[in-house]
């Protein structure tokens, strides 16, 4: 919902989203198609109809200054039949009650706006659910004359005008508020307000901006500061702050504590009228993991949509929101704190959530931003892991042991389409031809030459009767049925999409196991629309170089504006220097191993402390700490270990005290290579010894050749850019205020070659170990 001019907007969709549900949560199984089988449907359906037939009609109005508005799927003019179309998967019988009230309360908003626009008295209202799987229609209408519409209309207003009348306030409030925001520190760091400066004016300019800034200066509130400020200069709706783990959360959380947003009752602070939620993955809101998602098995489900007034109203009244206050909320009313979540989202200022709320295919802050029309802004932190993050989320994998173990238990339903994918399946290793000779104990690996359709078609089948079969069964079903449904429809989303920013890939582990992956090499394709989709982004990050790097991956708008902030940081605070004496290639490490032990205890005994050791693997890590306790058995060494649970990783990290001496030894790109924070002494200094480059693997190698053939840069853009990201994100763990001082050694010969010293940064002074 928006206010302009004195007028309440909102959209058909949601007003009835919030007038027209009632009853109980229900999550059983319904699997939903994807927005583009949706899109699909509904042009399938139009197509069917005669000419004259209007498809995606818009159409408004107005009650008492609220506008209401959206788009009517389909209106024969001839029938005098307005159509809403709705796609499905599977037995209509398994829908709740609940679910088709909303939907004809939609087409019936529309059918009054309809009347009312043409002068119509009557017209025939029609709900079209299209299977996609079969593309049967099922038609449901009613007539209605316009004085009828026209009342249902009014009511659903009546309804949602107190609501839209505290939501103008609440806007007016915010945006007076915000005219007043202060920066909460007495002045910013170096390089603070060149950030800021860059964040404000690309919202100004409704533009994208990389922005490369160190760590130290304080991003988090660098950035959220001056677009809280551009919010009402700019007519922003929404902020979505987008992080990749959770601790990036919760530096933006009290980032905007700081700036009064939480507000203090111990202080006697106001809280400022900004509304601020955090979103968090359902199975760490959840409150009964053990129970499925509807009223006849949670407590929390039950009644939710009729005690979601009060607790929507009791949310927003709290206006900070964050994972406890949402949960103190929601079983105070007792509703789910998750699904809670979902609908705050659409009533809040600012989100705070993991990147995939909005860049994942089915994000829900993308789908809330389009459909209500938000001018929406979005940070996003740590912004050079998003090519790898986006990359996952628009690939799948599928593992053969899993759909054969299936089959032989399989009920007798299922039995026939689980063949299918066996039989399929077989026929697929049988054509890659024998397994490629690799390293014994290592899994063979091809690329294929395109997608397996006969797979894909067997997969296609095989969930359309998993749905019916779930539909016919919905409770006592065994769970595998459902995991391999949503693989199954994941994979063929997918493949429906299949281009040459992907690829599809056969792993042999032995007989009767392999793994079919569809991997996406180049994002952009999916990125793209979601980017042109916000009114302004800034992704930022300490490592974005080199610019056309992450743009050419990331697909951002051509007019994305690029800023480098000025490191606060003198070459004087850091030595950095390179061991160019040593190859860490893979052919050289065992060779490798002596010297690096000497480098290692040298620069210890010169100035003992504190020290990060990072390796491209855990073998080689291994190998180097064996030798240096042998051989210097008087330094303190710890390691990072395979599969490190989070209470060792804290372990690891506590080594590292004030005053404390010794090494500890990490893999290049895991958990301690980023996103840790060890100032002044708690570590003086770090040694790379690997150019972080992804392994010379086929799978790369076929990364290599696409990226080569689509942009003419597939070494840079396959191994040696991420690769150095790496080196750059790990090295960032030494100097972390203006008041540290530390010692930096690149061992390998290679970190003296100009193009990769040009990807290093500029402030650093890179010596010669002698």
């Given amino acids: 919902m928006t206010a302009k001019d004195g007028q309440y907007r909102v959209a058909v969709r949601a007003l009835c989203d919030f007038t027209a549900r009632e009853g109980d949560l229900d999550h059983r199984f319904?699997?939903?198609?994807?927005?583009?089988?949706?899109?699909?449907?509904?042009?399938?359906?139009a197509g069917r109809r005669g000419t004259g037939y209007e498809a995606e009609l818009p159409l408004s109005g107005s009650y008492r200054?609220?506008?209401?508005?959206?788009?009517?799927?389909?209106?024969?003019?001839?029938?005098?039949?307005?159509?809403?179309?709705k796609t499905h998967r599977g037995d209509l019988a398994r829908m709740a009650a609940n679910q088709r009230a909303l939907h004809w309360a939609q087409v019936r908003v529309y059918g009054a706006l309809l009347?009312?626009?043409?002068?119509?008295?009557?017209?025939?209202?029609?709900?079209?659910?299209?299977?996609?799987?079969t593309g049967r229609e099922t038609s449901l209408s009613e007539e209605a004359s316009a004085a009828e519409l026209a009342a249902f209309f009014e009511a659903q207003c009546r309804r949602f005008l107190a609501w839209a009348e505290q939501e103008s306030r609440h806007r007016q409030a915010r945006d007076d508020d915000l005219y007043r925001l202060s920066f909460p520190h007495p002045a910013f760091r170096p390089g603070q307000?060149?950030?800021?400066?860059?964040?404000?004016?690309?919202?100004?300019?409704?533009?994208?901006?990389?922005?490369?800034?160190?760590?130290?200066?304080?991003?988090?509130?660098?950035?959220?500061?001056?677009?809280?400020?551009?919010?009402?200069?700019?007519?922003?709706?929404?902020?979505?702050?987008?992080?990749?783990?959770?601790?990036?959360?919760?530096?933006?959380?009290?980032?905007?504590?700081?700036?009064?947003?939480?507000?203090?009752?111990?202080?006697?602070?106001?809280?400022?009228?900004?509304?601020?939620?955090?979103l968090v993955a359902r199975s760490k809101a959840c409150e009964h993991p053990d129970k499925t998602c509807h009223g006849e098995a949670c407590p929390l489900a039950a009644g939710f949509y009729d005690r979601l007034p009060a607790a929507r109203q009791a949310a927003v009244t709290r206006g900070w929101l964050d994972r406890e206050a949402l949960r103190e909320v929601a079983l105070a009313h007792e509703v789910c704190p998750?699904?809670?979540?979902?609908?705050?989202?659409?009533?809040?200022?600012?989100?705070?959530?993991?990147?995939?709320?909005?860049?994942?295919?089915?994000?829900?802050?993308?789908?809330?931003?389009?459909?209500?029309?938000?001018?929406?802004?979005?940070?996003?932190?740590?912004?050079?892991?998003?090519?790898?993050?986006?990359?996952?989320?628009?690939?799948?994998?599928?593992?053969?042991?899993?759909?054969?173990?299936?089959?032989?238990?399989?009920?007798?339903?299922?039995?026939?389409?689980?063949?299918?994918?066996?039989?399929?399946?077989?026929?697929?290793?049988?054509?890659?031809?024998?397994?490629?000779?690799?390293?014994?104990?290592?899994?063979?690996?091809?690329?294929?030459?395109g997608l397996p359709d006969r797979l894909v078609g067997a997969l296609q089948l095989l969930a359309a009767a998993i749905t019916d079969y779930l539909g016919e069964h919905p409770t006592g079903s065994d769970p595998e049925l459902q995991e391999r449904l949503f693989e199954a429809l994941a994979f063929c989303r997918l493949a429906d999409s299949f281009g040459d920013h992907s690829l599809c890939d056969l792993t042999r582990h032995g007989k009767g196991h392999s793994v079919v992956g569809l991997r996406n090499l180049v994002p952009a394709d999916f990125l793209a629309p979601r980017f042109a989709a916000a009114r302004s982004c800034v992704l930022?990050?300490?490592?974005?170089?080199?610019?056309?790097?992450?743009?050419?991956?990331?697909?951002?708008?051509?007019?994305?504006?690029?800023?480098?902030?000025?490191?606060?940081?003198?070459?004087?605070?850091l030595e950095v220097r390179i061991q160019g004496g040593i190859s860490t290639r893979l052919r050289d490490r065992a060779a490798s191993v002596e010297p690096i032990v000497a480098e290692?205890?040298?620069?210890?005994?010169?100035r003992p402390g504190n020290y990060l050791a990072f390796f491209s693997s855990f073998a080689y890590l291994e190998a180097v700490?064996?030798?240096?306790?042998?051989?210097?058995?008087?330094?303190?060494?710890?390691?990072?270990?395979?599969?490190?649970?989070?209470?060792?990783?804290?372990?690891?990290?506590?080594?590292?005290?004030?005053?404390g001496r010794g090494i500890g030894f990490a893999v290049l790109g895991g958990a301690f290579a980023e996103g840790i924070d060890l100032p002044g002494d708690r570590l003086i200094g770090a040694f790379i010894a690997t150019l972080g480059l992804p392994p010379f693997d086929p799978f790369n190698e076929a990364l290599k050749a696409r990226l080569e053939s689509r942009f003419g840069r597939g070494d840079d853009y396959a191994y040696r850019i991420p690769g150095l990201i790496k080196v750059v994100q790990a090295a960032g763990r030494v100097i972390r205020g203006p008041e540290d001082r530390g010692t930096l050694v690149l061992i390998d010969d290679r970190f003296g070659h100009r193009h990769v010293r040009s990807l290093l940064p500029t402030w650093w002074r890179l010596g010669q170990c002698q």
Wanted: hydrophobic share 40%; aromatic share 6%.
């Fill in 30 to 45: 319904t699997p939903s198609p994807s927005a583009r089988e949706g899109i699909a449907g509904h042009v399938l359906v």
């Fill in 65 to 85: 200054g609220l506008v209401v508005s959206g788009r009517a799927d389909g209106y024969d003019p001839r029938a005098n039949r307005l159509e809403e179309v």
């Fill in 115 to 133: 009347c009312a626009e043409r002068k119509l008295e009557a017209v025939t209202l029609a709900l079209v659910y299209l299977d996609i799987a």
């Fill in 193 to 278: 307000r060149e950030l800021a400066e860059g964040v404000y004016k690309a919202a100004a300019t409704a533009r994208c901006l990389l922005t490369q800034a160190p760590t130290g200066i304080g991003k988090t509130i660098g950035t959220l500061f001056p677009l809280l400020t551009a919010m009402p200069r700019q007519g922003l709706d929404r902020i979505a702050f987008l992080t990749m783990k959770t601790p990036g959360r919760r530096l933006a959380l009290d980032a905007l504590a700081r700036l009064g947003a939480a507000g203090s009752a111990e202080h006697g602070e106001e809280r400022r009228p900004l509304r601020v939620l955090e």
């Fill in 338 to 449: 998750y699904y809670l979540g979902q609908e705050l989202a659409r009533w809040c200022d600012v989100t705070v959530g993991d990147v995939n709320h909005y860049f994942d295919a089915g994000g829900l802050l993308h789908g809330l931003a389009q459909a209500d029309g938000w001018r929406l802004a979005l940070l996003v932190d740590e912004a050079h892991n998003l090519i790898e993050r986006a990359r996952a989320m628009y690939s799948a994998e599928l593992d053969q042991r899993d759909f054969s173990r299936l089959h032989r238990s399989a009920p007798p339903a299922l039995v026939r389409p689980l063949g299918r994918v066996v039989r399929q399946w077989q026929a697929l290793v049988r054509e890659a031809g024998p397994a490629p000779e690799g390293e014994p104990g290592r899994p063979a690996y091809c690329v294929l030459e």
């Fill in 540 to 573: 930022f990050s300490a490592t974005l170089s080199p610019a056309h790097y992450h743009r050419d991956l990331l697909g951002l708008p051509e007019a994305s504006a690029w800023q480098s902030v000025s490191s606060p940081f003198t070459s004087d605070q």
């Fill in 600 to 606: 290692l205890a040298g620069q210890y005994r010169q």
């Fill in 625 to 659: 700490m064996a030798r240096l306790r042998e051989a210097h058995a008087e330094i303190p060494a710890w390691a990072q270990t395979r599969g490190m649970q989070e209470a060792d990783r804290d372990a690891f990290l506590a080594r590292f005290r004030p005053g």
